[in-house]
């Protein structure tokens, strides 16, 4: 399902402008990573996907939906939203409940439901955790609880605020093993990140905000590598991005396997 | 001169049943910046908790063992007396803010008001604060209606404003962008080269590789590695025992299988792999024909 974002500008009610002229198009199976300094309005433009904000002018379309004409309740079955803490999203008994609770709302069958949060704890390798109250989880697996909350509904767009945070490396393994699913089931995925190298090893492309504005939209390696444009919005390149500068390697390289293999030329 | 010094520290939550802490032994000399990895869930809260006395005074559970931070005893001292000494600035800082204060500055002075620090006093101390941590601008918000990242600095903040013997902090940039992650761990050098002693509960690898003078690994509440930051983050069991290493280490272990990384040491900051790299990069003289 595409995205197509027009002249997108947003202004908060205390006068702040936050968004000021974004246009996008994002094609239906794409990965793309958004980073940039706090207050750059990363997490503003997302929210104009789910409806949770309107444009001040411009429009955002989701498919065939202007996000102006379609409430946030009929925009969930299109885009599934991760908050960055999961605390703030996160409210059932148990895991099962809280993971059914999305396509539950979407109206689906039972046995609909049951597949997708079956599903959906399988991939999150939650499945041996549908009776526990997810308070009594650590917050690795709670972070893991707010995604299956998400895939379960089967968005075709899913998007995810600040995955990596306060995560260990194991799972943030793991959630990249999600995305490289989600991938390869067509599904568009949108995160935002301040995990650089995390956004170098698993998105092809990489926008890069700045005041409410896009600085750089392109293919990863493009964008990861021009450093000087990059810390005008406090972003460093990927740790093996920056060493390939330093070095002097012709190409740009993101990781272990791009920097190996430049190094033998 | 030691200034923490952990003795067989076991310790269990009352609710849980393994010992989140086993057998922990440590001594952290004054002036010391140590930083405290491990997978989550290994301990590092909880020692942190302990080194500032939370465990076992606010938490209760069971602690056998000694703790002992500037010459006193937890079990021989009251959290009152022991917050003299030691500062810890939590992981979430909404846990720390205190909920009764309507500003930020009256937030960080909370801590010099329940020590009974006088007014005229108490002023300066926290001005001088805010300008540390770059959020003089900060003071008359409410701290409610700030980000994430500026929550943690108000935290640490009104621990540092505190001047306590020893700093404890629980990943005090989870939730900051690079600048804000740079300018603090900036700060918190600062306050090392002053002679405070350190220690940081962190994953950031490429922060720790640059700052501290030491690094302690736990894995399930053992201490599994302790030395030099060159020592420990260099060390195969980290990656077989789920820690993050940096990518400049696991990238050089690689390039080593494949005789494209030729010091006997491997880098865990840019400028020695950086140095390492240009080894192979550029042609040895032998291969020159010289």
């Not at chain 1, 990965?31 to 955002?60: D, E």
């Not at chain 1, 609770?101 to 955790?129: I, M, Q, R």
């Not at chain 2, 930083?35 to 809260?45: D, E, F, L, M, Q």
């Not at chain 2, 000494?85 to 937030?107: C, D, H, M, R, W």
Request: proline share 5%; hydrophobic share 40%.
């Amino acid at each position: 399902m595409k995205i197509n974002i027009e002249n997108l500008r947003f202004t908060y009610p205390t006068g702040l402008e936050a968004l000021r002229g974004i246009s996008l198009t994002i094609a239906s199976g794409e990965q793309v990573a958004i980073v940039g300094q706090n207050g750059a309005g990363k997490t503003t433009l997302v929210k104009h996907l789910n409806g949770l904000l309107q444009p001040t002018q411009g429009s955002v379309h989701i498919g065939d939906w202007d996000t102006r004409q379609h409430p946030v309740s009929k925009l969930a079955a299109r885009v599934g939203y991760v908050f960055q803490n999961p605390d703030e999203q996160l409210f059932s008994r148990n895991v099962g409940m809280e993971v059914a609770f999305g396509p539950k709302n979407l109206g689906y069958p039972a046995e609909k439901v049951d597949a997708l949060v079956k599903d959906a704890l399988a991939l999150t390798e939650l499945s041996d955790k549908t009776e526990t109250n997810p308070y009594d989880l650590s917050s690795t697996w709670r972070k893991m609880v707010a995604l299956a909350s998400i895939i379960s509904m089967d968005t075709d767009i899913v998007i995810l605020d600040e995955p990596t945070t306060g995560q260990d490396a194991v799972n943030v393994r793991r959630i990249a093993h999600v995305i490289a699913a989600l991938r390869e089931r067509g599904k568009t995925v949108i995160t935002i990140t301040h995990d650089i190298d995390f956004c170098a090893e698993n998105f092809e492309r990489v926008i890069a905000m700045s005041q409410g504005q896009i600085l750089l939209d392109g293919p990863a390696n493009e964008v990861l590598g021009q450093e000087a444009v990059l810390a005008t919005t406090y972003v460093d390149p990927p740790q093996l991005t920056r060493l390939g500068l330093r070095l002097g390697l012709k190409e740009t390289v993101r990781n272990q396997a791009e920097f190996l293999t430049a190094i033998r030329k | 001169m030691a200034i923490v010094t952990l003795q067989n520290v076991t310790y269990k939550y009352p609710l849980t049943e393994a010992p989140v802490l086993q057998n922990v032994n440590l001594q952290i000399n004054e002036g010391e910046f140590v930083a405290v990895i491990g997978p989550n869930g290994a301990g590092k809260s909880t020692l942190c908790y302990t080194l500032a006395g939370f465990v076992p005074h606010f938490f209760k559970g069971e602690l056998t063992g000694t703790v002992e931070v500037a010459g006193v005893e937890t079990h021989q001292s009251s959290l009152n007396e022991w917050v003299l000494n030691v500062g810890l600035a939590f992981q979430n800082p909404f846990n720390q803010i205190s909920g009764a204060k309507y500003t930020v500055f009256e937030e960080i002075a909370f801590g010099l008001e329940n020590i009974g620090v006088p007014r005229e006093e108490m002023k300066p101390r926290v001005e001088k604060a805010l300008a540390l941590t770059g959020i003089s601008d900060l003071a008359d918000r409410s701290p409610y209606s700030l980000s994430g990242g500026q929550q943690q600095r108000v935290a640490l903040t009104s621990i540092l404003v505190m001047e306590p013997k020893v700093l404890v902090l629980d990943e005090p940039t989870s939730q900051m962008d690079p600048i804000g992650t740079r300018e603090v761990f900036g700060v918190i050098r600062t306050m090392a080269e002053r002679g405070m002693t350190v220690v940081l509960a962190e994953h950031k690898v490429e922060w720790i590789a640059a700052f501290a003078d030491r690094v302690v690994a736990l894995k399930d509440g053992q201490v599994l590695l302790d030395g030099k930051p060159g020592e420990v983050l260099t060390s195969p069991l980290l990656e077989e025992a789920g820690f993050g290493i940096s990518r400049y280490t696991s990238t050089a272990r690689k390039a080593r299988e494949l005789g494209l990384w030729k010091k006997d040491q491997l880098p865990i900051t840019l400028e020695e792999a950086v140095e390492g790299f240009s080894l192979t990069s550029s042609p040895s003289p032998k291969e020159r024909g010289e």
